[in-house]
């Protein structure tokens, strides 16, 4: 089975600026969850999608949102960027929920 | 904050020794997982110990979790310089419900040495 893939793998934004970054999990996985990973912070949760509908939220602000759409695949889309927003943003899926994650190579984004 | 403390925060070893991490955390979970990380790309999902569990092994990995005192510890036995990595435990927390909400903690950079 193809692994967890994330698109694109490379983003350079200017602040104020939005981007979009999409998942695509594990096939037959149904959760869908994402993560901001940086040096300062670590790695933290943002989200995570199950059947469509968004069942946890981590505690960023409201120009973080996401979406999962009926094939499982995933979208996160951050609106005007900020230099702080620069990171490795990682999505994983499990099969069901409370199970073992696994991880795509993630997308790195730096604000300028 | 949430998150879990690992320790030691750096580890340098020859090859063929013995690793030991040390992980805690803070809530009552479901699950721990181990993950490891090389040059900031994806995570690795190395085992997954439920909270009900103990022990568990997996090849060269030895995972123990004591949840009275909220603490688990990661053994890679006979290291190789191909595991140079960071290693991140990772609770899913027990909210009275499912939840795939991981919580990390803050890594410990194994270094490998030839």
């Known amino acids: 089975k193809a692994g967890v893939t994330q698109t694109p793998r490379y983003l350079i934004k200017t602040r104020g600026q939005q981007v979009t970054l999409s998942c695509s999990p594990i096939?037959?996985?149904?959760?869908v969850s994402w993560y901001q990973q940086t040096p300062g912070q670590g790695l933290q949760f943002l989200f995570e999608?199950?059947?469509?509908?968004?069942?946890n939220k981590g505690n960023f602000p409201g120009r973080f949102s996401g979406r999962q759409f009926s094939n499982s695949r995933s979208e996160m889309n951050v609106s005007t960027l900020e230099l702080g927003d620069s990171a490795l943003y990682l999505c994983?899926?499990?099969?069901?929920?409370?199970?073992?994650?696994?991880f795509g190579p993630g997308t790195r984004l730096l604000v300028l | 904050s949430q998150q879990g403390e690992e320790d030691p925060q750096a580890l340098s070893i020859q090859e063929g020794e013995n690793a030991t991490m040390n992980c805690s955390y803070k809530?009552?979970?479901?699950?721990l997982q181990w993950y490891r990380q090389n040059s900031g790309r994806g995570l690795v999902h190395l085992i997954l110990?439920?909270?009900?569990?103990r022990e568990k092994h997996s090849g060269r990995l030895r995972v123990t979790l004591d949840t009275s005192k909220k603490s688990s510890s990661l053994l890679i036995t006979a290291s190789r310089a191909a595991d140079t990595a960071s290693y991140f435990c990772?609770?899913?927390?027990?909210?009275?419900?499912?939840?795939?909400?991981?919580?990390f903690g803050t890594g410990t950079l194994l270094a490998v040495q030839p």
């Open positions: 096939s037959g996985h149904r959760s």
């Open positions: 110990i439920r909270s009900n569990e």
């Open positions: 809530t009552s979970i479901n699950n």
């Open positions: 999608y199950f059947s469509e509908t968004q069942r």
């Open positions: 994983a899926s499990s099969l069901h929920r409370v199970e073992t994650q696994y």
């Open positions: 990772a609770t899913a927390a027990n909210y009275g419900g499912a939840t795939n909400k991981l919580i």
